[in-house]
């Protein structure tokens, strides 16, 4: 299947108002191409993995919309048979429009043809099997060596959750799990994404974990690796909510029935966590936290401290930072 690909360059403050306008005109979808910093609200959103600085935003934007291409060359919007040249004077036609009144920065318009790309499945070519200390990582499309036939080895697909282990802080996580978990432990992790560090944990001995997420996508990911490493199902319970502000997903996840709690997550959201959390655990349970950029230590420590637990170690790889506490009681 190819697809026709109309490319707009815009500024930010004129990319919702050029969608609209395309939108009526049948060009749906739009893909969008920014440096906008995400804001205090998208960054909370995103409980796992960590996401990098990037560059400063410009103002500039690129919107793109894709029409399909049939056989015989020609588009079809809204039902009715068309051609690149047609679409084209229609989107420069409603864009001179638009800069009538309102600023839409240079407003060209690029048409190139593309062909057909699974967004689902196109990111495998990048994810490999690898080691986290003697564990294997590795996904479903490739095979165990001969070699790593003894090895404790977790088959992980994040498929649309993010999580495969790669990166410094989920495997700070996993050290402090490794560490910390003893037979039959209740297993909480906030962020749970694919999956990966609740699987581990049962792996490593865990009786029962319970794991949130903001992102319905980390259900499916969840079923399918607890499938793919033998987890029965009944000893992994997944709920989508924001357990820092929805009172609901509090209620379900429980109280005080914690041995460990483990979130993987920006340094800012464990702030706001911690003193909810820390409800969640048992007296004596195990907090393990991650994702934290070095210069964030301080800020997490002082949060931990503050919401009564005792911080037991900081742990670092690379830049990143782990930092386990334990709730005061026994």
């Given at each position: 299947?190819?697809?026709?690909?109309?490319?707009?360059?815009?500024v930010?403050?004129?990319?919702?108002?050029?969608?609209?306008?395309?939108?009526?005109?049948?060009?749906?979808?739009?893909?969008?191409?920014?440096?906008?910093?995400?804001?205090?609200?998208?960054?909370?959103?995103?409980?796992?993995?960590?996401l990098?600085?990037g560059?400063?935003?410009?103002?500039i934007?690129?919107?793109?919309?894709f029409?399909?291409?049939?056989d015989?060359?020609?588009?079809?919007?809204?039902?009715?048979?068309?051609?690149?040249?047609?679409?084209?004077?229609?989107?420069?036609?409603?864009?001179?429009?638009?800069?009538?009144?309102?600023?839409?920065?240079?407003?060209s318009?690029?048409?190139d043809?593309?062909e057909?790309?699974?967004?689902?499945?196109?990111?495998?070519?990048?994810?490999?099997q690898f080691?986290i200390?003697?564990?294997?990582?590795?996904?479903?499309?490739?095979?165990?060596?001969?070699?790593?036939?003894?090895?404790?080895?977790?088959h992980?697909?994040?498929?649309?959750?993010?999580?495969?282990?790669?990166?410094?802080?989920t495997?700070?996580?996993?050290r402090?799990?490794?560490k910390?978990?003893?037979?039959?432990?209740?297993?909480?992790d906030?962020?749970?994404g694919s999956g990966?560090?609740?699987?581990?944990?049962?792996?490593?001995?865990?009786?029962?974990?319970?794991?949130?997420?903001?992102?319905p996508?980390?259900?499916?990911?969840?079923?399918?690796?607890?499938?793919?490493?033998?987890?029965?199902?009944?000893?992994?319970?997944?709920m989508?909510?924001?357990?820092?502000s929805?009172?609901?997903?509090?209620?379900?996840v429980g109280?005080?029935?914690?041995?460990?709690?483990?979130?993987?997550?920006?340094?800012d959201?464990?702030v706001?966590?911690?003193?909810?959390?820390v409800?969640?655990?048992?007296?004596?349970g195990?907090?393990?936290?991650?994702g934290?950029?070095?210069?964030?230590?301080e800020?997490?420590?002082?949060?931990?401290?503050?919401?009564?637990?005792?911080?037991l170690?900081v742990?670092?790889?690379?830049?990143w930072?782990?930092?386990?506490?334990r709730?005061?009681?026994?």
């Amino acid at each position: 299947m190819k697809w026709m690909k109309f490319k707009i360059k815009t500024v930010t403050g004129a990319e919702d108002i050029i969608i609209s306008t395309l939108y009526d005109i049948g060009l749906e979808g739009a893909q969008i191409e920014d440096k906008v910093p995400l804001t205090a609200v998208e960054k909370e959103q995103m409980f796992v993995d960590i996401l990098p600085e990037g560059p400063a935003d410009d103002g500039i934007a690129y919107l793109s919309f894709f029409v399909e291409e049939k056989d015989d060359g020609s588009l079809e919007i809204m039902g009715e048979r068309t051609d690149a040249d047609t679409v084209l004077a229609n989107v420069n036609r409603e864009l001179e429009e638009l800069r009538r009144f309102c600023d839409i920065g240079e407003g060209s318009v690029t048409v190139d043809e593309t062909e057909d790309i699974d967004w689902i499945n196109n990111w495998k070519q990048y994810f490999h099997q690898f080691y986290i200390d003697d564990i294997l990582v590795i996904p479903s499309w490739e095979d165990v060596k001969a070699e790593d036939g003894d090895r404790m080895t977790l088959h992980i697909d994040p498929g649309t959750a993010f999580g495969t282990g790669m990166h410094e802080t989920t495997q700070l996580c996993i050290r402090q799990l490794r560490k910390y978990i003893a037979p039959g432990a209740r297993l909480l992790d906030v962020g749970t994404g694919s999956g990966i560090l609740a699987i581990l944990s049962l792996m490593f001995g865990a009786g029962h974990a319970v794991g949130t997420d903001l992102d319905p996508c980390a259900a499916e990911a969840v079923e399918q690796n607890c499938r793919a490493n033998g987890i029965d199902s009944s000893r992994f319970e997944m709920m989508i909510g924001n357990i820092i502000s929805d009172k609901a997903v509090q209620d379900r996840v429980g109280y005080g029935c914690y041995d460990i709690v483990v979130a993987n997550i920006l340094a800012d959201v464990l702030v706001a966590l911690t003193p909810v959390i820390v409800e969640q655990l048992r007296e004596g349970g195990i907090y393990i936290t991650s994702g934290i950029i070095d210069d964030k230590e301080e800020t997490v420590t002082e949060a931990v401290r503050a919401a009564g637990l005792e911080v037991l170690e900081v742990t670092r790889q690379g830049e990143w930072v782990s930092v386990t506490g334990r709730k005061k009681g026994r």
